[in-house]
């Protein structure tokens, strides 16, 4: 594509020609096409739009170059991650203000990944796409609602988990929802905000046990991390209501006994 966007400006009388780049050297050559795009000329012996197949050459190749820029950040975060780079050293790497947004923008990369080229080019794609994302944000709305209502029992089982953090064995996944939890815990102003706090109660209590069954003995190493931990199980799982107005460590034991 390359070979053929400098035939096209050398038909096209580019004024700068000679100092096209080469093929290799896409961004360079996009670059060069951008700057002198004005002052191409029609040939009247040419029966192609010089200008216009020019352009749609440049869309494309913009379009690769962005896929392939897309792919390498999606390494460099895989091999920063791989060899221990906190999410929060990618905040300002990814243009984004938080360590929670560094994790998302590599999901939304890596999501992309899994796409087909076809899901990208046909209107029936596009259009089944809009529709999901429309029930999407439907369902999102609903979930935010259901999971706000949580909110103050959730701060406070988030709460009895940083209390007795010490007391937990934790992989690094666990580590980061409880590191979450603990950034957050006083900085919860809109709906949005206090359902994600909500789910990252939630995805705490599934990453522990996950780590748990994995390494075949418990994750908690005092009593209080037990009780603790077991409080936000029974929030996620069952969280029935009135679960908080006693005490909650009479809840656990009360649950024990029974």
């Known amino acids: 594509m390359t070979d053929r966007l400098r035939e096209l400006y050398a038909q096209g009388g580019d004024p700068a020609i000679e100092r096209f780049p080469a093929s290799d050297e896409l961004f360079l050559v996009l670059v060069h096409a951008q700057r002198w795009a004005s002052d191409l000329k029609q040939p009247h012996d040419v029966p192609v739009n010089i200008a216009g197949e020019a352009a749609v050459l440049r869309a494309t190749l913009w379009q690769y170059l962005h896929e392939q820029a897309d792919i390498g950040q999606l390494k ?19 243009c984004v203000t938080s360590r929670q947004g560094a994790y998302q923008k590599a999901r939304r990369l890596k999501a992309e990944q899994l796409r087909s ?19 999407e944000a439907r369902a999102e709305q609903v ?6 209502r949580r909110f103050t029992n959730a701060h406070h089982v988030a709460r009895r988990l940083l209390e007795h953090r010490e007391g937990f064995a934790l992989d690094d996944l666990a580590v980061y929802w ?9 900085d919860r102003n809109d709906p949005a905000e206090r359902a994600r ?6 995805s705490f209590v599934r990453a522990a046990h996950g780590y748990a ?46």
């Open 178 to 186: 409880l590191d979450e939890l603990a950034e957050t815990m006083n």
């Open 197 to 202: 706090f909500t789910g990252w109660v939630e």
């Open 76 to 94: 460099a975060i895989e091999h920063g991650r791989a060899a221990g780079v906190p999410w929060h050293h990618f905040v300002e790497a990814l």
């Open 143 to 148: 979930m935010v609602l259901a999971q706000e």
């Open 213 to 258: 069954r994995q390494r075949g003995e418990p994750v908690t190493t005092t009593e209080d991390a037990r009780q603790a931990l077991a409080l936000a199980t029974e929030f996620t799982y069952q969280d029935p209501p009135g679960l908080y107005r006693q005490d909650p460590r009479s809840q656990t034991g009360n649950k024990g006994e029974s």
């Open 117 to 135: 080229p076809s899901e990208r080019r046909t209107p029936e794609v596009a259009r089944a796409h809009e529709e999901r994302a429309f029930a």
